[in-house]
């Protein structure tokens, strides 16, 4: 026993058979004859074994374990990420250890450097801020890097993201084929590379249109959104459309346009990147950017998974096409003097819904 626990030992001799056998049972690395893998996995169950994954690490000099690195594990679209990452990492037999940076560069030093101490085989990141904190002493280590959905700056580095410009731009002309000519776009932080590439297709279509296109920093949470938006809109003037860069930022849009009596959408249209599942259920649904998350994930697991396999390629860049899901929330501006029924239903149906 070792640490109260039984040991490798203890199961080769409840079991009789050599410690060699019980390690090629339990790895499944070589035949091993039916009656001995029997009396293996008896001994196993009776005893409470449980295999020191750390010192077969160390004997074999080659780890099974991988990192994630997300925002904020609690946001649907990266806690769908990470969900995708540990079932494709666990299909190949790695575990994952997933960390959050809580959207804060300083954190997210701290939380890789952490991941490194377990001497991981990879690290999918997506990053808190515009550089990857501790590339160097990864690289150094022989630790793959792969970065997902956002591009931190620096030498090339393989990434896995989506057509944040070819979406964007569908949604201004979306917008703008419905009438709208002042946009506000609600970013959680104009640095984030996702979404300077957001802004930057969206101000190219407003531009080519002749529309007004404005800009606000809202931050990352729920609160913070919901307070950037109503002092955004009591301020004036009133936007005609809202374009949420992430699913925080369409959540407190609709809650505040609902408290602020405006009608979405015959007074404010409203379009979010993102497509969580309470979008279609909201009243009226919400029009969304819908992203492919689960490719994503997949996509960045293969490449990082490669990379681990030996894969000596030149960094590869992966972009993946996302849908606009048009719905009620960005109909066209209504005409003047033509019948508004139906706000006032909306703004009653969210509270529920939303609080």
């Not at 109260?4 to 070589?30: D, H, K, Q």
């Not at 009776?46 to 991988?66: K, V």
């Not at 506000?184 to 984030?192: K, T």
């Amino acid at each position: 026993m070792s640490n109260g626990l039984p040991s490798i030992r203890s199961v080769a001799e409840r079991a009789g058979v050599s410690t060699a056998t019980v390690s090629n049972v339990l790895n499944a690395r070589r035949s091993v004859a039916p009656e001995l893998a029997a009396r293996v996995r008896a001994a196993v169950a009776e005893l409470g074994y449980i295999a020191d994954l750390g010192a077969a690490r160390l004997r074999s000099r080659r780890s099974r374990i991988a990192g994630l690195v997300v925002p904020d594990i609690a946001n649907p679209f990266f806690g769908t990420l990470a969900a995708v990452v540990e079932d494709a990492a666990r299909r190949d037999g790695y575990d994952l250890l997933i960390v959050s940076s809580e959207d804060d560069p300083a954190e997210e030093a701290t939380r890789l450097r952490t991941l490194l101490t377990w001497r991981p085989a990879g690290i999918i990141v997506v990053a808190a801020g515009e550089s990857l904190p501790l590339r160097p002493q990864a690289e150094a280590a022989g630790v793959a890097l792969v970065a997902a959905d956002r591009i931190p700056a620096g030498p090339p580095l393989d990434v896995v993201a989506v057509d944040n410009r070819t979406a964007s731009a569908a949604v201004l002309r979306h917008l703008l084929k419905g009438g709208r000519r002042h946009i506000l776009v609600v970013a959680a932080r104009r640095a984030i590379s996702n979404v300077a590439e957001r802004l930057a297709a969206a101000q190219a279509e407003a531009d080519a249109a002749g529309a007004l296109l404005e800009v606000v920093e809202a931050g990352f949470t729920l609160a913070d959104s919901r307070a950037c938006l109503a002092h955004r809109l009591a301020a004036g003037p009133r936007p005609d459309a809202l374009f949420t860069l992430n699913n925080v930022a369409t959540l407190a849009a609709l809650r505040t346009l609902s408290e602020a009596g405006l009608h979405v959408p015959e007074e404010v249209a409203l379009v979010g990147f993102d497509d969580p599942d309470w979008a279609c259920v909201a009243a009226p649904p919400v029009s969304a950017v819908s992203q492919p998350v689960a490719a994503l994930g997949r996509a960045a697991w293969a490449q990082l998974a490669a990379r681990i396999g030996g894969d000596t390629a030149p960094p590869r860049e992966l972009r993946l096409a996302c849908t606009l899901e048009i719905r009620g929330s960005s109909a066209p501006r209504v005409p003047a003097g033509a019948s508004r029924g139906g706000g006032a239903a909306m703004a009653a149906t969210l509270r529920p819904i939303l609080s």
